[in-house]
Nanobody
Framework: QVQLVESGGGLVQPGGTLRLSCAAS????????MAWYRQAPGKEREMVAG???????SYADSVKGRFTISRDNAKNTVYLQMNSLKPEDTAAYYC?????????WGKGTLVTVSP
């Protein structure tokens, strides 16, 4: 089993930056795939960025060139660096892990981009 705890959300102005963290309750070294999702009010949850154990990344078109996902296996933590934030990035952001055939979710952290 894996517990995931997100942090780092908050209020930021357009053009600003935030770094989200996802701390896992166990080693993430052999968790095959970890990702960040987001869900804006009235919209479906969408994957923002994903990262496999072999370092392969994937990004939603809307965040390419602005967001970067990374992992620190020593700290059991996955990060999402968000630059050049836009109002449309406002959403609850969730950490996701796929391990041993089971998908795990954190409870989310809220990001609000507003003047």
């Amino acid at each position: 089993q894996v517990q995931l705890v997100e942090s780092g959300g908050g209020l930021v102005q357009p053009g600003g930056t935030l770094r989200l963290s996802c701390a896992a309750s166990r080693s993430i070294f052999n968790i095959y795939f970890m990702a960040w999702y987001r869900q804006a009010p009235g919209k479906e949850r969408e994957m923002v960025a994903g990262l496999s154990t072999i370092g392969r990344t994937s990004y939603a078109d809307s965040v390419k060139g602005r967001f970067t996902i990374s992992r620190d296996n020593a700290k059991n933590t996955v990060y999402l660096q968000m630059n050049s934030l836009k109002p449309e990035d406002t959403a609850a952001y969730y950490c996701n892990a796929f391990y041993n055939g089971v998908t795990y979710w954190g409870k989310g952290t809220l990001v609000t981009v507003s003047p």
